[in-house]
């Protein structure tokens, strides 16, 4: 089915349908995994902070690779740095679902330098029962006075690339946020003490709570070329399968355009 001019609808038969609709889609991918019944299967939760320092802790490691990657796994925990933004640095605000997220991004032009780097730093958790629920409930805690969080042991909330302040409820110790992520926000700051161990930068950080990467049920496909386990001749690609990023949403496609060839 498609919708034309005036709202009109018309059905536009296919042999083969590849079904991807990005991120701004997903939505469209669940109404359509509910309305059809499909059989799902629950992913991991992806939840963390927006880390931020100042750039010359991760310049030796920058001048190698711009988008740097770091990991730490533990039995049913694994950490990522996410995202990373250097040079002209700054913190983006999302909101999501009604709750204030973060992320991050560089701005193009040496006006907007400002010497920091941000990056997420990731948890994926499994074996939580119902991962969406519970990513929803925890972010929806992480606020206060329509403000998502921000801890420092010595900086303050930075500045957009407008000039005025990241929003943000800077907070003066992190109980608050230990009790609310059930335990799992040790593994962060054990994180961040890896990190230290390593760049050296001290008190000289800070982080935005929360950043989150909302994960829906994932239908269940064949492996074979991505196509629905009821529905063979239709195959969803990208973020209709939870694919992290355009490089795999890109091989998504390949990968299934090269079945469909053979």
């Not at 299967?41 to 963390?48: A, F, N, R, T, Y």
């Not at 913190?91 to 973060?102: F, H, L, P, Q, S």
């Not at 032009?109 to 939580?128: A, D, Q, S, V």
């Amino acid at each position: 089915m498609v919708i034309g001019k005036q709202g009109k609808t018309a059905m536009l038969p296919y042999d083969e349908l590849i079904f991807a609709v990005g991120k701004s889609g997903i939505d469209f991918a669940q109404s359509l995994s509910n309305n059809y019944k499909l059989p799902t299967e629950p992913k991991s939760v992806q939840i963390g902070v927006r880390y931020e320092a100042p750039q010359k802790y991760f310049q030796k490691l920058i001048d190698v690779s711009y988008d740097f990657k770091l990991y730490q796994k533990f039995d049913n925990v694994s950490l990522r740095s996410f995202c990373t933004n250097n040079n002209a640095a700054y913190v983006a605000v999302e909101e999501t679902y009604g709750d204030i997220t973060y992320n991050g991004h560089a701005k193009k032009g040496e006006e907007y330098r400002n010497n920091m780097t941000n990056f997420g730093i990731l948890m994926e958790i499994k074996g939580i029962e119902n991962p969406f629920e519970w990513s929803r409930d925890v972010v929806n805690k992480l606020q206060f006075g329509g403000k998502g969080l921000y801890y420092s042991p010595s900086r303050i909330v930075s500045k957009t690339s407008e000039g005025t302040d990241v929003t943000a409820f800077q907070i003066d110790n992190l109980d608050g946020v230990r009790n609310i992520m059930n335990g799992y926000f040790e593994y962060i700051e054990n994180f961040i003490d890896q990190m230290n161990k390593v760049f050296n930068f001290g008190d000289d950080w800070g982080i935005y709570v929360p950043e989150v990467k909302y994960l829906s049920p994932e239908p269940l496909v064949d492996y074979n070329d991505l196509s629905l386990t009821e529905y063979p001749n239709v195959h969803f690609v990208g973020d209709a399968l939870s694919a992290r990023g355009i490089t795999v949403s890109g091989a998504h496609g390949i990968y299934v355009a090269e079945s469909l060839l053979k």
